[in-house]
Structure formats: C-alpha cells, structure tokens
C-alpha cells in the first residue's frame, strides 16, 4: 500500500504530524508520501515559499520515530511544475508509475471531505485511489453533500486489510483523530501558532524570518 498525504504545509504544524502518525499505526502502508502542492487550487497563494517549506518537511519527517520515517517520501512533482496542480492530476501521473494493481491510498481530513465534490474530476479520482479520511472536530459525516452520502453509502469500508486488497475504490473512516487547527488559524492567531510548532520548526521559522506579516 502507498498512502499519499497532499496539502500546502503552510505551516507544516503538530496537526500535520499528528494525522501522518495516525497514518502510520492504523494504515501501515509501505510508503507514505508527502505530496506538497505549489500552490492549492482551492485557497490563495502560499505564504511560505518553496524551498522553506520543503525543509521544514524533512524537519518534520526527522521528528517521527525511524521506523515511519524510512517509510516517508516527499514527492515534488506538484512543487515542480510551478503551477497549481488538480489532485486527479497527480493521482493520474502516480497510479501509472506504480501500476494498476498496487494500492493507491489518498488521505484526507474530515473537513476536506466536505468539499470533495467541488474537486475537478472528483468522481474519477474514486476510481484511482482509496480515501483514508480521519476525523476533524466540528466535522460530521452528516454534514456531507447527498452526492458523497451516496458515495460512502456504496464504498464505505470499516477495515483496513480491505484497502491492501485491491488498487481504489474504497472510503475508510477514522474517528479517533482530534486535531482542531490549521496552517490559517496558525498564521493569523500569534496565540496557537507557537503551541501548534514542534520546537525545530518554530526555530527554523524564526531563523528564516518566515510568515513575519502574520505576527
């Protein structure tokens, strides 16, 4: 299984971090990879800019135990084209590098699966990947648009030897995790953003002067 975790990092904070050791004990793929983007398609432009925050990537893989950290590989092609990516994009270009057969796992928060069925190509995107989708406070399954009800209703699966056994298709929930932040509520409330930063990234920020402008 190859579990891919995308977003901005912007900053990479104990909420990132906690939903990759999630990752890491309930799914136990053979590689997880960290799929940075340039810039979301969904949100503004990034804060930090390219090369800090995928240093403080490598800062954060550096802080998991070594065993799951042999496991994480950052993946650039997002980064590299310079441009904002479509996730359907890179689950595209990725599924025909590990082949048909191989579990493709994308992970998500609770939150992000809201707004999934505003996601271009959202529906061919099921049919590449499983979705691994953990748990966000404020955030209810019931809340998800009828279109994804349905979804769930036909795909959900409750066990995780299922997304090993075939290549997509399937909507595993985890509802252990309770991570309430963001790398926005970071940037704008001086307050959480410095408990919310493992002690190497908040000087690696410090030292480089980065998101200054939203002290």
């Known amino acids: 299984m190859i579990a891919v975790f995308g977003g901005t990092f912007d900053p990479f904070h104990f909420g990132h971090l906690k939903l990759i050791r999630h990752c890491m004990k309930y799914l136990q793929p053979d590689e997880l990879r960290l799929l940075p983007c340039y810039q979301s398609v969904h949100k ?14 490598q800062l954060a893989i550096s802080e998991l135990p070594a065993h799951w950290a042999q496991k994480c590989v950052i993946d650039e092609r997002e980064i590299k084209s310079s441009q904002p990516i479509y996730t359907y994009e890179s689950m595209l270009s990725m599924r025909a590098e ?3 057969d191989k579990s493709l796992v994308f992970v998500m928060g609770a939150d992000s699966l809201q707004g999934f069925h505003n996601w271009g190509n959202w529906r061919e995107i099921l049919d590449l990947v499983h979705l691994a989708v953990f748990a966000r406070p404020r955030y209810s399954l019931e809340q998800l648009s ?3 009800q349905n979804q769930l209703l036909h795909r959900q699966t409750f066990s995780v030897s299922e997304l090993s056994q075939k290549p997509a298709g399937s909507i ?10 963001s790398s926005t ?11 919310w930063l493992s002690d190497k990234i ?8 980065l998101y200054n402008d939203s002290k």
Do not use: C, M, N
């Open 172 to 181: 595993w929930v985890d509802d252990t995790l309770a991570a309430d932040v």
């Open 185 to 195: 509520e970071l940037r704008t409330q001086s307050g959480p953003r410095k408990e």
């Open 44 to 57: 503004s432009a990034a804060h930090g800019p390219v090369e800090h925050r995928l240093a403080i990537l």
């Open 202 to 209: 908040r000087a690696y920020i410090d030292a480089h002067h």
């Open 146 to 148: 009828p279109f994804l």
């Open 98 to 100: 590990i082949g048909d």
